[in-house]
Protein backbone atom coordinates (compact mmCIF):
# COMPACT_ATOMS: atom_id res chain seq x y z
CA UNK A 1 0.00 0.00 0.00
CA UNK A 2 2.70 2.42 0.78
CA UNK A 3 4.91 1.40 -1.83
CA UNK A 4 1.53 2.24 -4.29
CA UNK A 5 1.29 5.48 -2.25
CA UNK A 6 4.90 6.37 -3.27
CA UNK A 7 4.60 5.51 -6.56
CA UNK A 8 1.12 7.69 -7.30
CA UNK A 9 3.44 10.57 -5.69
CA UNK A 10 6.27 10.72 -8.05
CA UNK A 11 4.06 10.24 -10.56
CA UNK A 12 1.74 13.46 -9.69
CA UNK A 13 5.32 15.20 -8.55
CA UNK A 14 6.51 14.36 -12.46
CA UNK A 15 3.43 15.21 -14.31
CA UNK A 16 3.49 18.59 -12.06
CA UNK A 17 7.20 19.41 -12.58
CA UNK A 18 6.47 18.27 -16.46
CA UNK A 19 3.97 21.03 -16.69
CA UNK A 20 6.38 23.74 -15.03
CA UNK A 21 8.93 23.23 -17.73
CA UNK A 22 6.72 23.31 -20.72
CA UNK A 23 6.89 26.07 -23.07
CA UNK A 24 4.20 29.13 -22.25
CA UNK A 25 4.46 30.01 -26.08
CA UNK A 26 5.85 27.22 -28.26
CA UNK A 27 5.95 28.93 -31.30
CA UNK A 28 8.20 31.54 -30.10
CA UNK A 29 10.61 29.35 -29.14
CA UNK A 30 10.82 27.99 -32.77
CA UNK A 31 11.09 30.94 -34.57
CA UNK A 32 7.11 31.62 -35.13
CA UNK A 33 5.97 34.18 -38.27
CA UNK A 34 3.91 36.08 -35.79
CA UNK A 35 6.91 36.85 -33.61
CA UNK A 36 10.05 39.16 -33.83
CA UNK A 37 12.71 37.36 -35.52
CA UNK A 38 15.19 39.02 -33.18
CA UNK A 39 13.46 37.06 -30.21
CA UNK A 40 14.74 34.05 -32.40
CA UNK A 41 18.39 35.29 -32.96
CA UNK A 42 18.34 35.47 -29.28
CA UNK A 43 17.46 32.62 -28.25
CA UNK A 44 19.96 30.84 -30.88
CA UNK A 45 22.57 33.26 -29.24
CA UNK A 46 21.90 32.28 -25.89
CA UNK A 47 22.26 28.52 -26.24
CA UNK A 48 25.61 29.26 -28.33
CA UNK A 49 27.26 31.22 -25.46
CA UNK A 50 25.98 28.53 -22.77
CA UNK A 51 28.28 26.43 -24.78
CA UNK A 52 25.98 24.07 -26.36
CA UNK A 53 28.13 23.68 -29.52
CA UNK A 54 30.57 22.50 -27.91
CA UNK A 55 29.25 19.29 -27.26
CA UNK A 56 28.03 17.09 -30.53
CA UNK A 57 25.56 15.65 -28.49
CA UNK A 58 23.67 18.82 -27.48
CA UNK A 59 23.58 20.49 -31.01
CA UNK A 60 20.33 19.02 -31.59
CA UNK A 61 18.70 21.72 -29.41
CA UNK A 62 20.04 24.51 -31.92
CA UNK A 63 17.84 22.76 -35.09
CA UNK A 64 14.65 24.68 -34.75
CA UNK A 65 17.11 28.21 -35.08
CA UNK A 66 19.02 27.05 -38.55
CA UNK A 67 18.30 26.25 -41.63
CA UNK A 68 21.73 24.12 -41.94
CA UNK A 69 21.97 20.24 -41.25
CA UNK A 70 25.21 19.40 -39.97
CA UNK A 71 27.24 22.09 -37.92
CA UNK A 72 31.19 22.11 -39.37
CA UNK A 73 33.61 20.44 -37.17
CA UNK A 74 35.40 23.86 -35.64
CA UNK A 75 39.28 24.11 -34.72
CA UNK A 76 38.24 27.03 -32.74
CA UNK A 77 36.33 28.75 -30.45
CA UNK A 78 35.28 32.48 -30.23
CA UNK A 79 35.34 33.61 -26.28
CA UNK A 80 32.85 36.46 -25.48
CA UNK A 81 31.79 38.77 -22.79
CA UNK A 82 28.86 39.31 -24.24
CA UNK A 83 25.93 39.83 -27.11
CA UNK A 84 23.92 41.83 -28.75
CA UNK A 85 20.71 41.49 -30.91
CA UNK A 86 20.70 44.65 -33.07
CA UNK A 87 16.67 45.32 -32.02
CA UNK A 88 17.11 48.80 -34.03
CA UNK A 89 14.69 47.72 -37.91
CA UNK A 90 16.58 51.18 -38.93
CA UNK A 91 19.97 49.14 -38.83
CA UNK A 92 18.58 46.21 -40.43
CA UNK A 93 18.78 45.20 -44.08
CA UNK A 94 15.50 44.07 -45.56
CA UNK A 95 16.24 41.66 -48.84
CA UNK A 96 12.09 40.67 -49.26
CA UNK A 97 9.64 40.33 -46.71
CA UNK A 98 10.66 36.46 -46.43
CA UNK A 99 14.18 37.46 -45.51
CA UNK A 100 16.36 40.05 -43.16
CA UNK A 101 19.27 40.63 -42.08
CA UNK A 102 19.98 41.18 -38.50
CA UNK A 103 22.83 42.86 -36.92
CA UNK A 104 24.60 41.60 -34.05
CA UNK A 105 27.95 42.60 -31.65
CA UNK A 106 29.83 40.74 -29.95
CA UNK A 107 32.23 41.66 -27.68
CA UNK A 108 35.50 39.29 -28.14
CA UNK A 109 37.90 38.50 -25.90
CA UNK A 110 39.84 36.44 -27.84
CA UNK A 111 39.92 32.52 -29.49
CA UNK A 112 40.81 29.26 -28.43
CA UNK A 113 42.38 27.25 -30.95
CA UNK A 114 41.75 23.45 -30.17
CA UNK A 115 44.82 21.48 -31.65
CA UNK A 116 47.17 23.44 -29.87
CA UNK A 117 44.55 23.99 -26.66
CA UNK A 118 45.58 27.89 -26.84
CA UNK A 119 44.37 31.14 -26.06
CA UNK A 120 44.57 34.06 -28.44
CA UNK A 121 44.15 37.43 -27.05
CA UNK A 122 42.24 39.42 -29.45
CA UNK A 123 39.82 42.09 -27.65
CA UNK A 124 37.56 43.75 -29.85
CA UNK A 125 33.64 44.45 -31.11
CA UNK A 126 32.72 42.36 -33.89
CA UNK A 127 29.72 42.68 -35.70
CA UNK A 128 27.70 39.86 -38.20
CA UNK A 129 24.87 40.30 -39.91
CA UNK A 130 22.41 37.29 -39.55
CA UNK A 131 20.68 36.52 -42.60
CA UNK A 132 16.88 35.31 -41.52
CA UNK A 133 14.84 33.58 -43.47
CA UNK A 134 11.41 32.10 -43.58
CA UNK A 135 10.95 28.31 -43.85
CA UNK A 136 7.55 27.12 -43.68
CA UNK A 137 5.87 28.86 -41.08
CA UNK A 138 8.99 30.07 -38.70
CA UNK A 139 11.81 32.23 -38.89
CA UNK A 140 15.52 30.25 -39.37
CA UNK A 141 19.15 31.59 -39.44
CA UNK A 142 20.22 31.28 -43.01
CA UNK A 143 23.59 32.47 -42.49
CA UNK A 144 26.38 32.86 -41.27
CA UNK A 145 27.86 29.70 -39.70
CA UNK A 146 30.00 30.81 -37.64
CA UNK A 147 32.68 28.85 -34.67
CA UNK A 148 31.26 28.88 -31.40
CA UNK A 149 30.99 32.06 -29.43
CA UNK A 150 30.79 31.16 -26.34
CA UNK A 151 30.62 33.04 -22.61
CA UNK A 152 34.12 33.45 -20.27
CA UNK A 153 32.22 32.11 -17.59
CA UNK A 154 31.00 29.09 -19.62
CA UNK A 155 34.48 28.58 -21.25
CA UNK A 156 36.60 28.34 -17.88
CA UNK A 157 33.73 25.54 -16.58
CA UNK A 158 34.26 23.97 -19.74
CA UNK A 159 38.34 23.74 -19.16
CA UNK A 160 38.16 22.75 -15.73
CA UNK A 161 36.04 20.01 -16.62
CA UNK A 162 38.67 19.25 -19.28
CA UNK A 163 41.18 18.88 -16.53
CA UNK A 164 39.61 16.85 -14.41
CA UNK A 165 38.37 14.67 -17.43
CA UNK A 166 41.96 14.58 -18.74
CA UNK A 167 44.48 11.45 -17.45
CA UNK A 168 47.88 12.58 -19.64
CA UNK A 169 49.85 14.83 -17.05
CA UNK A 170 50.64 16.62 -20.15
CA UNK A 171 48.23 17.50 -21.46
CA UNK A 172 46.74 18.82 -18.17
CA UNK A 173 49.22 21.33 -17.92
CA UNK A 174 48.81 22.79 -21.21
CA UNK A 175 44.82 23.08 -19.88
CA UNK A 176 45.94 24.41 -17.04
CA UNK A 177 47.65 27.09 -18.67
CA UNK A 178 44.57 27.56 -21.08
CA UNK A 179 42.54 28.09 -17.99
CA UNK A 180 44.89 30.57 -16.84
CA UNK A 181 44.60 32.35 -20.09
CA UNK A 182 41.36 32.30 -20.58
CA UNK A 183 40.99 33.89 -16.56
CA UNK A 184 43.66 36.87 -17.42
CA UNK A 185 41.68 37.34 -20.55
CA UNK A 186 39.50 41.29 -20.49
CA UNK A 187 37.91 43.40 -23.16
CA UNK A 188 39.89 46.30 -23.07
CA UNK A 189 37.51 49.52 -24.27
CA UNK A 190 39.00 51.10 -27.26
CA UNK A 191 40.82 54.39 -25.61
CA UNK A 192 38.04 56.69 -26.95
CA UNK A 193 35.13 54.76 -25.26
CA UNK A 194 36.96 55.16 -21.65
CA UNK A 195 35.86 57.91 -19.74
CA UNK A 196 38.26 60.74 -19.07
CA UNK A 197 40.76 60.53 -16.22
Same mark, same amino acid.
Given at each position: ???? %? ?6 ? #?? !?? %??? #? ?23 ? #? ?7 ? %? ?6 ? %? ?16 ? !?????? !? ?58 ? #? ?51
Amino acid at each position: MREM %LLTRLSLS #LA !IA %LFL #LVLPADGPAQTGSIAHDPTDMVDKY #LGLDVKGVR %LDAFSQEA %LAPYVTWANEPLWGRTVV !ITKYEV !INEFKQWTVVSQAEVIIPVEFKVLGSIYWERASFLPEPHVERVGFRIKIVGDRWRIAEPI #LPPHVGQKRMINYVRQAILDEKDQAKRDTLETLLDDLKKAKHEEPASAQAPR
